[in-house]
């Protein structure tokens, strides 16, 4: 089973960029449909991108041509790309896997999380 840790969040103004990596561990990473989900404050845990094993992507409504997530099979690595951020973009920003994807936004569906990362958009 792959272990997964996120990288890349931070601190940036609204309209700026960052992009968000997520390191898995173990041979089987290409195999996995990763996702990315966020938590605010206070707020149920929300989906926001999806990558199957195929490339096939999915992404929730809000941030539909603001981020982009990919995926380097050689580096075992998936990234969010997140332009034009919001304060509303602000939250954990945690990265999920599974082997066999059901519900691509239902964090249910997924069985390896990692820890998490902050990001933070001011105003």
């Known amino acids: 089973q792959v272990q997964l840790v996120e990288s890349g969040g931070g601190l940036v103004q609204a309209g700026g960029s960052l992009r968000l990596s997520c390191l898995a561990s173990?041979?089987?990473?290409?195999?996995?449909?990763m996702g990315w989900f966020r938590q605010a404050p206070g707020k149920e845990r929300e989906f926001v991108a999806a990558?199957?094993?195929?490339?096939?992507?999915y992404y929730t409504e809000s941030v539909k041509g603001r981020f982009s997530i990919s995926r380097d099979n050689a580096k075992n690595t998936v990234y969010l790309q997140m332009n034009s951020l919001k304060p509303e973009d602000t939250a954990v920003y945690y990265c999920?896997?599974?082997?066999?994807?059901?519900?691509?936004?239902?964090?249910?569906?997924?069985?390896?999380w990692g820890q998490g990362t902050q990001v933070t958009v001011s105003s």
């Open positions: 999920a896997g599974v082997l066999r994807l059901a519900d691509y936004n239902d964090y249910k569906s997924y069985d390896v």
């Open positions: 173990g041979r089987t990473f290409r195999s996995y449909a």
């Open positions: 990558i199957r094993w195929s490339g096939s992507t």
